[in-house]
């Protein structure tokens, strides 16, 4: 159990069956009537944000999110298959679990799977990968001292903006949160 006079910013505890996690909270202490405690907090399996207030003196469960590392193995259809490295077990998980960073995941990448319960609810892509372009218009010298891009298409399908000197076949690093290029890839 968590006391709400011990809620920090990343605590997850478990509320009327729903796993939630703080983003903000803010002691108050008016100067008439009985303090609370105001909490901005994320539903960990739907994504919602809610704003609530609570007495100091309330306590909850606390919820524990396990976060395992597995590698990402193929897709079948709507299930995409990871192995625990540590049993070679897999494990499948459906599309609408991934979320849009997924796009930048290719076979063998780590990730990290959440879950609650036994549950799975999401899954963290690295934060940084390097991808071959597969598809792009040709770049042209001399063009580097503006900030134009282009589109181009990486190994995994996915499309992203790149500056105009980018070729087909370069490796790129991208910042699978933001999707965003961030440069030529090293090595």
């Known amino acids: 159990m968590i ?22 909270f803010q002691h108050v202490k008016p100067g008439k009537g009985a303090a609370f405690v105001r909490v901005k907090m994320r539903n960990v399996i739907t ?13 909850y469960p606390t919820a524990y999110i396990e976060r395992k590392k597995m590698e990402y193995s193929y897709a079948d259809g709507d299930l995409y298959y990871f192995m625990d490295m540590e049993t070679y077990e897999m494990t499948p998980i459906e599309k609408s679990v991934l979320d849009d960073s997924f796009r930048f995941v290719k076979e063998n990448d780590t990730c990290t799977i959440m879950s609650y319960k036994g549950n799975v609810f999401g899954v963290e892509a690295p934060n940084f990968v390097d991808l071959v372009v597969t598809e792009t218009e040709p770049g042209f010298a001399g063009n580097t001292a503006t900030n134009v891009t282009k589109p181009a298409t990486v190994e995994t399908g996915a499309e992203i903006k790149v500056p105009l000197f980018i070729n087909e076949g370069d490796k790129i690093s991208i910042d699978t949160r933001t999707g965003e290029y961030l440069g030529r890839a090293k090595g």
Not at 3 to 24: A, H, L, P, W, Y
Not at 47 to 59: A, L
């Open 3 to 24: 006391s709400v006079s011990d809620f920090r910013n990343g605590v997850t505890f478990d509320m009327d069956g729903k796993v939630m996690q703080i983003v903000e």
């Open 47 to 59: 994504g919602g944000v809610t704003e609530t207030t609570f007495n100091p003196n309330d306590k």
